[in-house]
């Protein structure tokens, strides 16, 4: 994609001609066309033939962050990896020892995913950046861009692992964590070019942030309903990930009298259905069991083993804690009347955590500025937001996305969306920095 202000971005525009100064408008919506034809770029970066799956520390994800370190570099940022192997692209301050404002968010991906959750945000913090370089300006604070290293947690299963060792809240014990193939967490993050004996290194200060901000898609509904581009994050929903193994007896599937089975599947096949029932009935409750796996996994012998993953969430922590506890009891008695065991692994608990009311506010004048009604909602999806606002303040802005859809291939936006979300953060850094936008 050529971009006409962009002589910063040498590497894709071929030489031409000094142009005359362009407007504001114009530079934006020249960003918002990169940033979707970036997105397009990393959208076919993957591990798998025809679909999008990108996780954590492989060969994809290298490819990718060094395609996004490029486009940093090009853009006039200083680049590198952290400990973790999260991405860092710097644009320095207009004066040495300024603090750092940090936008971001990751590159990693779910299974089969889509080309936004996560790019887009890096994409169009590093277009704010390019916005600046364009005009020429720097500001009282450097500006830094973030990929964080997996934030999904497909992998390994645990979420937020780059933005927690960039906040120093790493556990040093998931090191031992391993892949589907029983590969360590930390072969994999040195294998990638990480360096697992210093991840404490990777954390910063609280002191040397200003703040956080994450671009993201809205991944519901609510901006499409009503027909706006934009909206900022009030909280970020709790949520509790956990493993549920059930012990039974494999047997003969043509022998076993039902009476005599200990079908392990079928309490798990249960429990999901217990979990989906709870979450209908709570009212902002959501669960999900989005994996299931039987052994021995031969269609004639009764599932001796079967294990479910299980996924709960709602934005006030003690109903989230309750119904988390009802179901681990629910469970529990539908095993044991099968003459099932029931082994719960709770893998992470994340408390639901609000936006930073000050950064909020800004947000809302910036997009109010470009003419929209900045709705507020609250966001039911992690992000690495969820960490860092625990580390410095933090916000959210939204963008609407198709049919909400997402963590899924149709995941979509519209560039005049994306060009309305880079004009926001322009606006919404300005005041910032207490300068005019230009
Ligand atoms: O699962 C989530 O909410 C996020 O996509 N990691
Ligand atoms: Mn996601
Ligand atoms: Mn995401």
Known sequence: MATR??????????????????TTTAIVHDLAATVMARCDTLGAISEEEGRLTRRSYTQAMRRANDQVAAWMRAAGMDVREDPAGTLLGHYAASKPGAPTLLLGSHLDSVRDAGRYDGPLGVLVGLAAVEQLGCVGRRLPFAVEVAAF????GLRFGRSYLGSMAFTGSFPPALLELRDPDGVRLADAIAAFGGDPARLGAAARRPEDLLAYLEVHIEQGPQLEARN??????????GATRATLRFGGTAGHAGTVPMELRHDALCAAAQTVLIAEELARATPGLVATVGQI???????????????????VRHQHDPARIAAVDELRA???AAA?????????????????????????ARLARAIAAG????????????????VL?????AAMLFVRCRGGISHHPAEAVDVADVAAAIAAVGRWIDDLAGEPYP
């Open 293 to 311: 796996a039987a052994l021995p996994g031969a269609g004639n012998v009764i599932p001796g083993v079967a294990t479910i993953s299980l996924d």
């Open 149 to 152: 290293a997996d934030e999904e």
């Open 336 to 360: 044991s009347a099968r003459g099932v065991t029931l082994a719960w692994e709770e893998l992470q608990s994340t408390s639901a955590v609000p936006m930073a009311p000050g950064l909020r």
């Open 330 to 332: 629910r469970a529990q």
């Open 371 to 386: 003419g929209h009604t900045p709705l507020e909602l609250p966001s039911g999806a992690g992000h690495d937001a969820a």
């Open 228 to 237: 706006l581009p934009l909206g900022v994050v009030s909280a970020i929903a």
């Open 389 to 393: 606002a625990r580390f410095t303040d």
């Open 5 to 22: 202000c962009l002589a910063t971005i040498a590497v894709e525009a071929k030489p031409v001609e000094p142009l005359p100064p362009m």
